[in-house]
């Protein structure tokens, strides 16, 4: 016999009918039996001829030599031709064509496209499973009648396949999901009472109330069921239809037997084995009520196992083993019974025998019970009063350096998407566009103390209240809690770890979890704690066993969509470093915002409305307000804090109270009376520790990395660490991000051990390719350089012992050296920010006024943000120089106040911004009234050059020009915006789909600018405005009297668009240089048009018509027009339909013809 032949015939079968899941079904078969190498495997999946893999899948299954009857039979069930190519005639066993289903093909994919088909879906049950009875024999029965025994260890063997296969897995899932997708329809109530039994009532229930549908494919007619069959839908499950002929299955632990006796379309199934008490399902045809019920049947058709299901032959049946792990959408009601009781039929089972089950497992309801009370308690907010702030929808983008990392996105003011649903909204958002069973992805970001964590917490605080009911468990799990060197974890212990307050989670909780992944949410807290976060979306992940992972592979598997597939991670992180590498593909970015400044003083109000001394508000906000830029860094919760704090202390001692101007000062104010009551050196030993787990990212530390008992003592009662929440070990965290920075820059201001010379690489202001550390701590350069710079006495001095503060007097002349010798052109904008931020905190008159005058006369700030201080310490900055400057402060999310207090100043004499958070700033000032600040806005603002590159640019361009006409309706030029007025070039980029959308109202406005001298509508795009565009566009030229450059590249235009600008373009023939019509459909017709209006363009140095679809008779005519015009320069028209010999020969008539 050739088997390569017999082989290759059928392997070409599977080929042909064009189902890649089946060829992918085998490959994966082959890798599993070890027949193929990964790498082969992975070659065989790229394969695109059909005949070359069907050769070499052929000759892999004729390699294995001894082809033995399990193997090729193993081989037939992989190569199985698919239904679709069963003859035309074919037909089940009611004798209904089955047609209309074999276009359908694969069933794979989601439910929806099943539904949108022509089939019904009941109908895809029943033609599944009479497909898989068709062309059965009958079994030879055994020495009794009416039973049949199968192994039971092949049966087990089957299942643990079943169970390891994840696509088996899901496939059978979304089976599921169209079952409840359809029999939760309003409409087919009845059907799906019809169709899965809820209760296994006694006798009479079945003969009295049971109709049956005509026919297999008809959808059966509603009725109602007696009150003793209704059942709480939450404590019942239904199971999908088996097969159209069902017999009754008792599972003991030795075989499996199949029972004969009960009636066509039911089975029940029981014994220890399944799991299940008693389940019966009903498919098929039902007997009518008058019909007796058959006590046995002298054959049965033989029930051929799936391949991939064990005990079940239809693709759409789950075997009886399968029942306890399907969705809870499918899920079928129980009948209390001992293990060893065997199941009486349905005749037998009488009403009073069926009590309600709970929904779960007694013990997975105590562990959720058990959650549920450990997040009902309402956090308390580490930074005082709560205040409610909405999150704002991000996004990520590519950094603007040359590294690979992207960052979060700065959008304009006004282009803020707040989620005003809240919480709802932020969970809700990833479901818009996620399809079922896929992991979703929410990441919250923000900046250090701006409320993250907390607002994590509120969220598991939420679900306790059952205000969250689309999720059965929330775990919230702290990074810090997770960061182990060396340890090894499982998906359990990343859901509980050990180190938080425990709950028994057992093997049977742990695997209703698994289960159930949609059902479950994971927040993980402070992500970027986590040393492993660099490289998930690539890290290694295996399938789930019992064996523990390493950290970075069960985060690993989390990224990838591989473990816990469907459920919801939600994650908390600060939005600088690796983490914006792992976020790429997540499926909602939030932000945490900053304070406004109301929200600012309704917390220092709270503050002290909640300690006790409420009298002595408009104090505290009196001495707030005495240091502007210390308001300006109120916007931050710890911050404010921080200040409340200080201010309440200072308002206490009953002194002369002042605020200091500094953050160092702040800081130095808040921890000197601590350092006073300190034992020796404690404080110098916290800051050593504060800079060494910032090196290693981390901010929380054990007990026992004290020195002594003395030293814990103190650092907690005078409020610099506290407990961890909700931790059972000895764990420690510092009071907040930035105390840990400032003590990392007292250790850095006073320490021996680092090298004068490596102390500037800390200020993190010029790039190095190796540096000792990655700004992990991003605040203290700011600290170091006010502890080195500011009085000894009053600042290093009130914390450390003078004589480890003379170490910084060297430190001091090291790092003037170092600012003086910065070359500023040099940095870019954020770093030129630092640098702004550490000259304010040196208080030093010297540095301060070397780095003004080394500004800049045009400062961008294009996509870096600009907060508050940043806006604050900038403007300072600016007035110090003594000089002009032009700012752009496009993308940078400044606030209208800060945009105002910028645009105010008199060394200010241009600047661009977003156009809408422009128009929103000169409405603010017009409702003031502030007319000499609205002149000076006006007269500054600029938008030259323009380039428009989303349909928001060209509205928000037209509201500019819309608010000049209603400004000035007289047609005064003079009155004319100076931004409208003065704009000489504009681009028009917005691609071949939303161009032609958005050029008639370009068009429609280009009249108001009458400056315009260079008008790109080619920009790199393709915008194809095409003919109807030329047309609105000729139509300006009149108005445009200044125009020199048209780039009407890549815009399909036609003859009838060539006519029509050739038509209009006399209006353009003093000013018009540069005429771009490259890459267009202009044919010989409009090529004429052109040459005859080619005289006339008196100004027209270079024409452009390369790459069009004229011949040679247009080049002639081209070519004889340019005769005439002595003041052309250069004329392209090299173009593939013109013979090359002619475009020569024109070239050497006239050398101003470039064929280039």
Avoid at 363 to 390: C, N, T, W
Avoid at 791 to 801: I, Q, S, W, Y
């Amino acid at each position: 016999m050739n088997h390569f032949q017999a082989i290759l015939a059928q392997v070409r079968a599977l080929l042909s009918s064009q189902q890649p899941r089946q060829v992918q079904a085998l490959l994966d078969g082959l890798l599993e039996e070890e027949l193929l190498s990964r790498e082969y495997h992975c070659a065989l999946l790229r394969e695109p001829d059909g005949e070359a893999l069907a050769r070499k899948i052929s000759l892999t299954l004729l390699e294995k030599g001894d082809l033995d009857l399990p193997f090729l039979s193993w081989v037939c069930s992989r190569l199985q031709v698919p239904v679709a190519e069963k003859g035309i005639s074919y037909r089940d066993h009611g004798g209904h064509n089955l047609c209309a289903t074999m276009e359908l093909g694969s069933l794979e994919g989601s439910y929806l496209e099943l539904l949108n088909s022509d089939a019904d879906p009941l109908h895809l049950y029943h033609l599944y499973d009479q497909m898989d009875l068709a062309g059965q024999t009958e079994i030879e029965l055994s020495s009794e009648p009416d039973t049949d025994t199968i192994n039971c260890d092949q049966f087990s063997k089957l299942l643990e396949d079943m169970e390891g296969d994840e696509e088996t897995r899901e496939a059978y899932a979304n089976i599921a999901e169209l079952d409840q997708y359809v029999f939760q329809d309003t409409q087919l109530e009845g059907l799906r009472k019809d169709l899965f039994i809820e209760y296994i009532g006694a006798e009479e229930g079945f003969s009295e109330n049971t109709e049956v549908p005509v026919d297999a494919g008809q959808r059966p007619q509603k009725r109602r069921l007696p009150e003793e069959h209704a059942m709480d839908s939450k404590q019942r499950k239904l199971v999908p239809p088996s097969r159209s002929s069902l017999n009754c299955l008792d599972l003991p632990a030795g075989h499996i037997q199949i029972l004969t006796a009960v009636p066509q379309g039911l089975w029940q199934i029981s014994g220890t084995g399944t799991g299940l008490s008693s389940v019966l399902i009903y498919h098929g045809e039902m007997p009518q009520a008058n019909q007796v019920l058959p006590s046995s049947s002298p054959t049965v058709p033989s029930l051929p196992k799936s391949p991939d299901r064990p005990g079940s032959t239809s693709p759409f049946a789950p075997s009886a083993a399968d029942l306890p792990s399907m969705p809870e959408p499918a899920l079928t009601s129980r009948i209390n019974e001992t293990e060893d009781t065997i199941s009486p039929s349905p005749c037998q089972v009488s009403p009073e025998s069926s009590n309600k089950l709970p929904k779960w497992p007694e013990s997975v309801e105590q562990f959720q019970h058990s959650l549920r009370d450990k997040y009902q308690a309402l956090p308390e907010s580490p930074s005082g009063p709560l205040i409610a702030m909405e999150l704002v929808r991000a996004r990520l983008e590519r950094g603007s350096n040359k590294s690979q990392e992207r960052e979060l996105a700065t959008p304009d003011w006004t282009e803020r998407q707040l989620a005003h649903g809240g919480l709802a909204e932020v969970l809700q958002v990833v479901s818009d566009y996620r399809r079922l069973r896929e992991t979703k992805v929410v990441a919250v970001l923000g900046k250090a103390g701006q409320g993250k964590s907390h607002w994590a917490r509120t969220v598991s605080h939420a679900w306790a209240c059952d205000q969250l009911p689309q999720y059965d468990f929330v775990f919230h799990v702290p990074c810090h809690c997770l960061d182990r060197p060396g340890d090894t974890y499982q998906l359990r212990d990343l859901l509980c770890p050990p180190s938080l307050q425990p709950l028994a989670m057992d093997d049977e909780v742990f695997g209703h979890i698994v289960k159930q992944p949609d059902r479950v949410l994971l927040i993980l807290d402070a992500f970027e704690e986590l040393e492993a976060q660099e490289g998930l979306l690539h890290g290694p992940y295996g399938p789930l066993s019992p064996e523990p992972y390493s950290l970075r592979g069960l985060l690993a598997g989390l990224f990838q969509r591989k473990l816990l597939r469907g459920c919801t991670l939600l994650l908390t992180a600060r939005p600088r470093g690796r983490l914006a590498q792992s976020l790429s593909k997540a499926d909602a970015i939030f932000e945490v915002p900053s304070f406004s400044t109301k929200q600012a003083l309704t917390y220092v109000r709270q503050y002290f409305e909640n300690s006790g001394t409420a009298g002595n508000q408009d104090k505290a906000l009196g001495l707030l307000q005495g240091q502007p830029f210390l308001l300006t860094h109120s916007h931050s919760p710890v911050l404010c804090k921080a200040m409340c704090q200080l201010s309440k202390a200072l308002l206490e001692r009953g002194t002369e109270a002042k605020l200091p101007c500094t953050l160092t000062g702040l800081y130095v104010g808040l921890l000197g009376p601590a350092a006073r009551d300190s034992p020796s050196g404690a404080l110098v030993e916290l800051a050593k520790l504060a800079w060494e787990l910032g090196r290693r990212h981390q901010s929380t530390l054990q007990e026992t990395q004290f020195s002594s008992m003395e030293v814990k003592t103190w650092a907690v009662t005078q409020g610099l660490v506290q407990p961890t929440l909700g931790t059972t070990e000895a764990q420690l965290v510092f009071s907040s991000f930035l105390l840990q920075c400032f003590l990392g820059a007292v250790w850095l201001a006073q320490c021996t051990e680092i090298k004068d010379k490596e102390l500037p690489q800390y200020l993190a202001l010029t790039p190095r390719k190796k540096r000792p550390y990655d700004n992990w701590l991003e605040g203290v350069p700011r600290f170091l350089t006010g502890l080195v710079f500011q009085p000894r006495a009053h600042c290093l001095g009130a914390l450390v012992e003078p004589t480890v503060a003379a170490e910084a007097d060297r430190k001091r002349k090291v790092l003037t050296r170092y600012l003086k010798r910065l070359k500023l052109r040099t940095l870019r904008a954020g770093r030129l920010l630092e640098l702004l931020h550490c000259a304010h905190e040196t208080q030093e008159p010297g540095i301060w006024e070397h780095v003004a005058h080394q500004l800049p006369g045009h400062l961008s700030f294009l996509g870096t943000r600009l907060t508050p201080p940043d806006v604050h310490v900038l403007g300072r900055a600016l007035e110090m120089a003594s000089q002009d400057f032009s700012l752009d402060l496009r993308q940078t999310g400044i606030e209208t106040s800060g945009l105002g207090s910028l645009v105010g100043l008199s060394c200010v004499t241009g600047f661009r911004a977003s156009l809408s958070d422009t128009m929103v700033l000169w409405e603010s000032l017009r409702q003031r009234g502030e007319a000499q600040l609205l002149q000076a806005a006006e007269g500054k603002f600029t938008i030259e050059p323009f380039k428009a590159k989303s349909p928001k640019d060209v509205e928000d361009l037209d509201s500019l020009v819309q608010t000049q006409r209603l400004r000035n309706p007289s047609e005064d030029a003079a009155k004319d915006l100076p931004a409208i007025r003065d704009l000489k070039k504009l681009e028009f980029a917005l691609g071949p789909i939303l161009g032609p959308q958005a050029f008639p109202t370009l068009a429609k406005i280009l009249p108001a600018f009458s400056s315009l001298q260079h008008l790109d509508l080619d920009s790199l795009s393709e915008n194809k405005i095409g003919d109807e565009g030329v047309s609105q566009l000729s139509a300006t030229f009149p108005q445009l009297k200044v125009l020199e450059t048209l780039n009407l590249s890549q815009n399909s235009i036609t003859d009838v668009g060539a006519c029509k600008l050739a038509e209009a373009l006399p209006a353009l023939a003093k000013s018009l240089l540069r005429l771009s019509l490259y890459n267009n459909c202009i044919c010989d017709v409009g090529a004429k048009s052109l040459a005859q209006v080619l005289p006339d363009m008196v100004s027209l140095r270079v024409m452009d018509v390369q790459f069009n679809k004229f011949t040679a008779a247009g080049a002639q005519q081209l070519a004889s027009s340019l005769q005439k015009c002595p003041q052309v320069e250069t004329l392209a028209m090299w173009t593939p339909t013109i013979p090359f010999g002619v475009q020569e020969h024109l070239q050497q008539l006239d050398a101003r013809i470039s064929l280039r």
